[in-house]
């Protein structure tokens, strides 16, 4: 079993930062594919930004140049740096990681819980 607990969201200005970490626990061979979504009162969730296991990055149009994704394998870490926050990215943000937990068998799909981000103007 595989847990992924998020930390790191919160109230913050338009303008200001935060850093999302999503650490996780539990029977981990390896990380495959990472990713933060988001999902803002009645929208769909979207993907905010994903990283491949080997490093690949890809982020929403909206947010390119403002966040950046990192993994650490090592550490069984996905975080979302946040800069020049806007109003408009106001959501629960919520990691995903696909996991394999034991060798020669396919990755799982895991999320976390949410973690509110919330930015005034």
């Known amino acids: 079993q595989v847990q992924l607990v998020e930390s790191g969201g919160g109230l913050v200005q338009a303008g200001g930062s935060l850093r999302l970490s999503c650490v996780a626990s539990?029977?981990?061979?390896?990380?495959?594919?990472m990713g933060w979504y988001r999902q803002a009162p009645g929208q769909q969730r979207e993907l905010v930004a994903a990283?491949?296991?080997?490093?690949?990055?890809t982020y929403a149009d909206s947010v390119k140049g403002r966040f950046a994704i990192s993994g650490d394998s090592t550490k069984n870490t996905v975080d979302l740096q946040m800069n020049s926050l806007k109003p408009e990215d106001t959501a629960v943000y919520y990691c995903?990681?696909?996991?394999?937990?034991?060798?020669?068998?396919?990755?799982?799909?895991?999320w976390g819980q949410g973690t509110q981000v919330t930015v005034s103007s």
């Open positions: 990283i491949t296991q080997f490093g690949k990055s």
């Open positions: 995903n990681i696909h996991i394999r937990t034991r060798w020669g068998r396919p990755p799982n799909e895991f």
């Open positions: 539990g029977t981990i061979f390896r990380f495959e594919d």
